[in-house]
């Protein structure tokens, strides 16, 4: 019988650290050609503000495969219950066998996000900085602050959310983990205030003004993940000096870009990189200070291969 690794256990395990270091090395393979990814499964339950994803890649290289099915049910907080959860059935790569199956409720899922984003702000943020502000108070809004610690110091965070309920409780959180966090009457107010901008709403209009953004700020907007989500509005691409996606086909397909190139804001040849390829070294990142960047990130099946079969080794040892 194959292992059954609860989420206490994968908890314990996957750190922030961990999670940057593999989902790093995840890019690099990536830009350097050696991952393999089907496209993506999203199943939309509208009748519950839900959906599905169903992601899986393989990584030459890493020894197993994962299949991830993720769920998002928006509705759930006011139930008690969480909004995202989900599983991944760990294959080994050599042989198509089982390895495991992993019941991280979601966990690996949204700590792999948060080191996506800590990945693209280490390669397209400025150096120095000093506030970090956030939109949205979920669990997205604190695996991007704590994953980008790994790669930044920063004093401060500035949050402001659509639900205004969970943001007190969210910055109280962030509070007791020891940053200095204010709640922002707007997302305005947050833009106005941010060197690193993060987006992690399921929103499908679009909250941030291409207009708010401060001259060298970078945006990792991580929210849009399936058909018909967006944050940010047009001008922030007419604005930025880089864009930068973590795979192109799945972005132009369902994520922020999807808006700018229908909107006719952009083309692929607008398009900077894929992360990947900053990472290994095949192209540049941000080039100055004064430089607007934005990463958008739909999250790859990648980066789900490559965080399982990590955790799956650090607990076997």
Known sequence: MIPIIQEDALRAAVTPERAVAVVREA??????????VPSVINLEIASARG????KTAHIEGVPHIAVKVASGFYDNPSKGLPSGSGLIALFDAATGLPAALLLDNGFL???????????AADCLARRA????GVIGSGLQARHQVRCLRVVRAFSRVVAWSPTRDRLDDYCAELAMDGYDVAAA??????????????????SRAALING????????????GSDSPGKRE???????LADLVVVDRYGQCAAFGELKHALDAALLTRRDVHAELGEIVCGKKSGRASDTQITIADLTGVG????????AAFEWLRC
Do not use: M, N, Y
């Not at 899922?109 to 990945?119: F, M, S, W």
């Not at 900085?129 to 970090?132: A, E, G, Q, R, S």
């Open 27 to 36: 890019f690099k393979a990536d830009g350097e050609g050696r991952t393999h």
């Open 51 to 54: 959906e599905f994803h169903v």
């Open 109 to 119: 899922t949204d700590i792999r996000t948060g080191a996506a984003g800590a990945v």
């Open 129 to 132: 900085i000093d506030t970090v």
């Open 185 to 202: 009457a707007s997302a305005e107010e947050v833009c106005a205030a941010a060197d690193v901008l993060i987006t992690t709403t399921p």
């Open 211 to 222: 207009a708010w953004l401060r001259e060298g700020v970078h945006v990792s907007a991580v």
């Open 232 to 238: 940010l509005d047009a001008e922030c691409f007419e």
């Open 302 to 309: 990648f980066q789900d291969t490559a965080i399982a079969s």
